[in-house]
């Protein structure tokens, strides 16, 4: 079997890659590099005439060789990497005529918890997002207690605000949901140790990335200063980055992306290595059904998975043959590959958008954290 073509959808911010073999598989996979997907769909393109003719089964080894052949790497070349990666994986599911999770290391459970995102800055907002996502079942939620104006607040009504909001949905959903706290790095390291040891009374499952990730040793003194685990990762790209989190003791949960972090392969690897530090996997999934049929056929099989993130999206209408979701939990497919079927011509009908680019500003209109 050989590759034959290879296509690139576009849906908005969504970057998916269909790769199509003289046998007649196809295998589906997504980048998510949603900033800039344009830079990502031409890093793809590049990669096609290798790509062509060559052996689809071989995957880590077409990771290597793409990877190394760029001596400037980048978050556009991991996700182009990535949505190979993930795609080669899809056919060879299809090929063996088994889900993806049996090829490699086989289910650890039959089911894949959820965290719903119930992410809105509004205090009010938050509790009406979170009540619901309870009345569907769900166990675990996902919020962000940041308004947009957050980085115009004296360090004060930041500190409280944000503790207020947590509070406040903690209350609504009652002491046996889990709740996750994302700071998406908006803090320094001195802000964020003062915040999580305020939310310490609300026994909060993870809270995500306090600071941004550019200084691992910053990351481990927050990290260490609080008793709610530390999740990271989403802003990473390689298993070196992430052995240095583990090896200083920065995050104990892992935001592994398998649209950025190398693809099934890769991140495969990563869980392996989270395991020997005793640290979970929360993979960040917020781009679609095709990156969560990803996910799930990676949560199935580590020990170390935790939850997996999910939200409704009008453009899962993408894929056809969609997974089954009942009272938060996925139910682990058995069909072969991803176990989903990708609408092509639903697909073709959304074009890309352009990102906005709104970042925070102080009130002297310096830049925030971010």
């Not at 907002?125 to 919020?143: F, N, P």
């Not at 909060?204 to 691992?216: A, H, N, R, Y």
Request: with cysteine.
């Amino acid at each position: 079997m050989k590759i034959e073509d290879l296509k690139t959808y576009l849906i908005n911010d969504w970057l998916i890659v269909e790769i199509i073999t003289d046998s007649g598989i196809t295998g589906i996979g997504q980048g998510t590099f949603w900033g800039q997907p344009k830079a990502t769909e031409q890093v793809i393109q590049e990669f096609k005439d290798y790509l062509v003719g060559s052996n689809p089964m071989q995957t880590d080894y077409h990771y290597q060789y793409l990877n190394r052949s760029s001596s400037f790497r980048a978050s556009s070349v991991y996700a182009g990497l990535s949505a190979v990666d993930n795609a080669l994986w899809d056919i060879k599911g299809k090929h063996h005529q088994a889900p993806i999770y049996s090829l490699i290391g086989g289910e650890h459970r039959d089911k894949i918890r959820m965290c719903a995102l119930c992410m809105d800055g509004d205090r009010d907002r938050s509790i009406e997002l979170v009540d619901e996502a309870v009345k569907q079942g769900h166990t675990a939620i996902k919020i962000d207690p940041f308004p947009p104006n957050y980085a115009t607040w004296t360090f004060s009504t930041l500190i409280n605000t944000v503790t207020d909001t947590v509070g406040a949905v903690r209350e609504s959903v009652g002491k046996d949901i889990d709740i996750v706290v994302e700071v998406h790095r908006k803090l320094g390291p001195a802000e964020a140790i003062a915040l999580c040891q305020k939310l310490e009374e609300f026994n909060l499952l993870l809270i995500e990335d306090p600071i941004p990730p550019d200084s691992v040793d910053s990351m481990a003194d927050v990290s260490k200063n609080t008793t709610i685990p530390i999740a990271t990762g989403e802003r990473l790209h390689t298993i070196y980055e992430f052995r240095e989190i583990l090896s200083k003791s920065a995050a104990r949960d892992l935001k592994l992306d398998a649209g950025l972090h190398g693809g099934i392969t890769q991140c495969k690897k990563i869980s392996a290595l989270a395991e020997s530090y005793h640290a979970t996997v929360s993979p960040h999934n917020a781009w679609g059904p095709i990156l969560t049929a990803i996910h799930v056929q990676l949560a199935a099989s580590i020990p170390n998975f935790l939850v997996l993130e999910y939200r409704y999206d009008a453009r899962d209408e993408i894929v056809s043959k969609p997974l089954q979701i009942n009272n938060g939990y996925i139910k682990l497919p058995d069909s072969p590959g991803l176990g989903i079927e990708f609408d092509n011509l639903t697909a073709k009908q959304y074009f890309y958008e352009p990102r906005n680019i709104d970042t925070a500003l102080r009130s002297d209109r310096s830049v925030g954290f971010r």
